[in-house]
């Protein structure tokens, strides 16, 4: 089964300091791996997709996110946090369903604050 | 215009009722779902249609009942509510024909039961 680990609960930042949140991944396959985002009270938005082109990804608001098969990862990076990022980001992992559709696999979430 | 919308946005009731939530998307998707999240922000699917066919169903208690009118519409019927059913439940959609499509999210379902 795909499984995905996000390595910490919890990120604290200060406003214009760069973002790492980490993510590792397991896979049987060639995996398609996702970050979404979840502000307060709103439902998911998706930030960036890598579905086996380009192994580093850019996706909205300035974020961008490498994948990296030797170390099975996918971290999601900014150069410089804005208040606005703060929220609650998820990585996410496909895998087939018993019927051969995809379905999504969701991380434990990260928290990322961000501070004056 | 909202991509995926839910109702109702609030949801508190008894133990023991019943409760419908509905989900529309105006995307012309093909494929909706329904994901329950919990207390402690984790998300999991619960169901998938395919043009009003059922593709996915996770061990979900047969207490809760999807139905598809149409390939717009996904509702979420839970009979003999339970504490532990209380959670965010979203919708989201996308088109899956010819491959793996990004999933479009409703602003979530808070449902407390008391």
């Known amino acids: 089964a795909q499984s995905v680990t996000q390595l910490d609960s919890h990120v604290s930042v200060s406003e214009g300091t760069p973002v790492l949140l980490r993510c590792n991944y397991s896979?049987?396959?060639?995996?398609?791996l996702f970050w979404y985002v979840q502000h307060p009270n709103k439902g998911l938005q998706l930030l960036l997709k890598?579905?086996?082109?380009?192994?580093l990804v850019k996706g909205i608001n300035g974020f961008e996110a490498e994948f990296k098969k030797s170390e099975t990862s996918f971290h999601l990076t900014k150069p410089s946090a804005h208040m606005s990022d703060a929220a609650e980001y998820f990585c996410?992992?496909?895998?087939?369903?018993?019927?051969?559709?995809?379905?999504?696999?969701f991380g434990a979430g990260t928290r990322l604050a961000v501070h004056p | 215009d909202t991509a995926v919308s839910q109702t109702p946005k609030y949801l508190v009731t008894q133990m023991g009722n019943d409760k419908s939530i509905k989900c529309e998307q105006n995307?012309?998707?093909?494929?909706m779902y329904w994901y329950k999240q919990d207390s402690k922000k984790f998300l999991k699917i619960m169901f998938s249609?395919?043009?009003?066919?059922?593709?996915i169903n996770e061990t979900v208690p047969n207490r809760f009942s999807p139905k598809s009118p149409d390939k717009a519409h996904l509702n979420l019927h839970i009979n003999s509510l339970e504490l532990g059913d209380s959670a965010v439940y979203f919708c989201?959609?996308?088109?899956?024909?010819?491959?793996?499509?990004?999933?479009?999210f409703g602003p979530g379902t808070r449902l407390l039961v008391l």
């Open positions: 989201a959609s996308s088109h899956e024909r010819g491959g793996l499509k990004t999933q479009y």
């Open positions: 896979s049987s396959y060639s995996p398609s």
């Open positions: 890598y579905t086996s082109a380009a192994t």
């Open positions: 996410v992992v496909t895998e087939l369903s018993s019927g051969g559709y995809n379905k999504l696999i």
């Open positions: 995307l012309g998707h093909d494929t």
């Open positions: 249609y395919n043009n009003k066919e059922l593709i």
